[in-house]
């Protein structure tokens, strides 16, 4: 209920920096999508919160028009009321991208299991792998970095980070930028692209730690124009 979306942790801060970060000024972060923002706290200064305010902060921002909703954050119990709000955001026309978890090794998390997100796992530092940390599942989809990035924190400062928290706005940036150079886009065929566009890494086709690959905005840039839903 609160009116202010001001952060008191930092880990919001790192996250939206990731995805939207003004580029081309030479300080911080360079981030694939430089459009509008619609921030939403959902979690206190402590960085927890209830399953409620979460659903609640993903009915908000699909109501307003979100195409893409980044959710960092995770609970290891599946809960209704959260599964609802995603997938009526989801059939609203959003895109739902949620972080894998940070568990190091089999774990499921929700939103991230849900039929109706998109999960990130997060791939290791200087291209070594899958990060230590990262939690995998049959619900993967995608992976990109997620160990030791840099990026925008409270007071002006910087800050490096770690956890699927930081790969998954790599894939909303992503997707935001390619919304914006083809807004016909659904989120369904949005989905295909992304998948179909990404680097495999482990082997052919998908598996459950890596997804599909890693988001690749390069060969999906190549592809945009092209591309017709399947």
């Known amino acids: 209920d609160s009116a202010t979306t001001r952060d008191n942790n930092g880990h919001g801060t790192h996250v939206a920096a990731i995805a939207a970060a003004t580029t081309g000024n030479h300080l911080g972060i360079a981030a694939p999508f430089a459009g509008k923002l619609l921030p939403v706290r959902v979690l206190g200064s402590r960085g927890s919160g209830s399953v409620g305010d979460v659903a609640d902060g993903i009915d908000y921002a699909a109501a307003r028009g979100a195409r893409v909703i980044n959710l960092s954050l995770g609970a290891p119990y599946d809960s209704r009321t959260l599964e609802d709000a995603v997938r009526d955001a989801w059939t609203g026309g959003a895109l739902v991208v949620a972080a894998a978890g940070n568990a190091g090794g089999e774990e499921q998390l929700y939103p991230a299991g849900y039929n109706d997100a998109l999960s990130v796992s997060a791939w290791g530092f200087a291209d070594h792998g899958l990060a230590d940390f990262a939690s995998y599942h049959r619900t993967v989809e995608l992976t990109a970095p997620g160990e030791h990035i840099y990026s925008a924190f ?23 930028a390619l919304l914006a150079a083809r807004p016909d886009l659904s989120n369904a065929c949005l989905r295909h692209l992304l998948q179909e566009t990404a680097e495999e890494l482990r082997t052919p086709g998908r598996d459950d730690k890596t997804g599909y690959g890693m988001v690749r905005f390069d060969l999906a840039v190549e592809r945009l124009d092209s591309f017709t839903c399947p």
């Open 154 to 176: 409270l007071q002006g400062g910087y800050q490096l980070l770690s956890g699927s928290s930081m790969a998954a706005p790599f894939v909303s940036g992503v997707a935001a």
